[in-house]
């Protein structure tokens, strides 16, 4: 298939993404935050639920203790 020419509106839209896109390095530390982010809210996550299953089971102690 032959390929049409570029248009100006696309050689302008080219230039405004290179302009605008990060290089690699900005990249890899963006996902190197993203990365660090998640692995502390999956931390955070599972800590409260955790720390909820404990006062489930405490709470389950002191009702069959209770009676």
């Given at each position: 298939p032959v390929r049409r020419p570029d248009s100006p509106d696309d050689r302008h839209?080219?230039?405004k993404h290179s302009a605008i896109y990060p290089v690699e390095e900005e990249l890899?530390?963006?996902?190197?935050i993203v990365s660090?982010?998640?692995r502390a809210l999956?931390?955070?996550?599972d800590s409260l639920l955790e720390k909820e299953a404990c006062a489930v089971d405490n709470d389950n102690?002191?009702?069959?203790?209770d009676k």
């Open positions: 839209i080219m230039a890899q530390a963006v996902q190197r660090h982010s998640e999956k931390l955070v996550s102690d002191n009702d069959v203790t």
